[in-house]
């Protein structure tokens, strides 16, 4: 069993940052891979990212990548979100979720998930 806690959201202007950590319960921590997902108002939840047990592979979503950067700390059993440049299209409930398996991006193939932290984005 996996326990995800999200935090770090909140409102920033067009062009900011704001960097989302996602904390883990358990030991076993480093043999899950980590997804980010984000659902705005009247969406389906999108898959944004994910990263693999070790860290060393990542891969994004067209609409993310080269300005948001998945990185995890297997110590402290957490991995981040950094979201540079920001836009207003960005603004979403942003969650976390864990898998055994690498390489997925359907939010169904993920196990355990988050509450939620709130990103919003102004103009």
């Known amino acids: 069993q996996v326990q995800l806690v999200e935090s770090g959201g909140g409102l920033v202007q067009a062009g900011g940052s704001l960097r989302l950590s996602c904390a883990a319960s358990?030991?076993?921590?480093?043999?899950?891979?980590m997804g980010w997902f984000r659902q705005a108002p009247g969406k389906e939840r999108e898959f944004v990212g994910a990263?693999?047990?070790?860290?060393?592979?990542?891969y994004y979503a067209d609409s993310v990548k080269g300005r948001f950067t998945i990185s995890r700390d297997n110590v402290k059993n957490t991995v981040y979100l950094q979201m540079n440049s920001l836009k207003p299209e960005d603004t979403a409930v942003y969650y976390c979720?864990?898998?055994?398996?690498?390489?997925?991006?359907?939010?169904?193939?993920?196990?355990?998930w988050g509450q939620g932290t709130q990103v919003t984005v102004s103009s």
């Open positions: 979720a864990a898998v055994l398996t690498w390489g997925r991006r359907s939010l169904n193939e993920y196990d355990y």
């Open positions: 358990g030991r076993t921590f480093s043999s899950y891979a």
């Open positions: 990263i693999s047990g070790s860290g060393v592979t990542t």
